[in-house]
C-alpha cells in the first residue's frame, strides 16, 4: 500500500525557518517525482513546489521562490520541504503527494499543520 | 503562470440531477486533472488526462475539454458526490490548481 506521511509541522514566529519531511513507503520512491501542495483554513489547494525523482528538475510557486527549498533523500525514502522567512500567510496544511503518471498527482499524505504566528 | 477559474464556486443540486463544472484555463493547457476533497480528508485523483476516471470512481462521472475549457459531470447526483472539485494543470514549470467547486446535495 502506498503510504505518505509527512511530519515537522508545527507553531512557529513570523521571519523563523521549519524543514518538513515526508516518509513515503509501498512503492519505489527513487522512481517517482514528488510534489508540495498547501491549504490554508478554508481555502483552496496551493502547488508548492516539484522535485523530479533524481532532483535534476525543481520548481517552485512564487509566492515561495527563494524562501523554500524542496529535497529529497531517495535512500531514506524521504522528502522534504526546508521553510525560511516564514510569513503569517504560510499558515496551511502542507501535502506531500506523488506524481504519477500523466503527471497526476495519484498518492497524497495526511497533510503537516504550518502554523506561522507571534 | 496559468490561471485556472472554476465555476460555479458553489452549488446544490438534487439526487438524480445532472451536474457540470466547468475549468477555464488563462492558456491553452493539454490536458487537466480533478481531485475529489471531502471535509477532514486528503485530496483524491478523480478524474486525470482531462477524461479518464481514477481506481473506483463511479462511471457516473465523465470528464472533457480541450484547449482553455473543461469540464466535470455528474450525470446523476448521489449523496456521496458531495464533496469540494479541483481541478489542475502541470506545464513545463508550473502546475496551479482552480479555486474549487464545492458541491452540496439539495
Known amino acids: 500500500e502506498v503510504q505518505l506521511v509527512e511530519s515537522g509541522g508545527g507553531l512557529v514566529q513570523p521571519g523563523r525557518s521549519l524543514k518538513l519531511s515526508c516518509l513515503a513507503s509501498g512503492f519505489t520512491f527513487s522512481n517517482y517525482g514528488m510534489n508540495w501542495i498547501r491549504q490554508a483554513p478554508g481555502k483552496g489547494l496551493e502547488w508548492v513546489a516539484s522535485i523530479s525523482s533524481s532532483s535534476s528538475y525543481i520548481y517552485y510557486a512564487d509566492t515561495v521562490k527563494g524562501r523554500f527549498t524542496i529535497s529529497r533523500d531517495n535512500a531514506k525514502n524521504t522528502l522534504y520541504l526546508q521553510m525560511t522567512s516564514l510569513r503569517s500567510e504560510d499558515t496551511a496544511l502542507y501535502y506531500c503527494?506523488?506524481?504519477?503518471?500523466?503527471?497526476?498527482?495519484?498518492?497524497w499524505g495526511q497533510g503537516a499543520s504550518v502554523t506561522v504566528s507571534s | 503562470e496559468i490561471v485556472l477559474t472554476q465555476s460555479p464556486t458553489t452549488m446544490a443540486a438534487s439526487p438524480g440531477e445532472k451536474v457540470t463544472i466547468t475549468c477555464r484555463a488563462s492558456?491553452?493547457?493539454?490536458?487537466m486533472h480533478w481531485y475529489q476533497q471531502k471535509p477532514g480528508a486528503s485530496p483524491k485523483p478523480w478524474i486525470y488526462?482531462?477524461?479518464k476516471l481514477a481506481s473506483g470512481v463511479p462511471n457516473r462521472f465523465s470528464g472533457s475539454g480541450s484547449g482553455t475549457s473543461y469540464s466535470l459531470t455528474i450525470s446523476s447526483m448521489e449523496t456521496e458526490d458531495t464533496a469540494t472539485y479541483y481541478c489542475q494543470q502541470w506545464s513545463s514549470n508550473s502546475r496551479t490548481f482552480g479555486g474549487g467547486t464545492k458541491l452540496e446535495l439539495k
Open positions: 488526462d482531462t477524461s
Open positions: 492558456s491553452s493547457v493539454s490536458y
Open positions: 503527494a506523488r506524481r504519477g503518471a500523466y503527471y497526476v498527482m495519484d498518492a
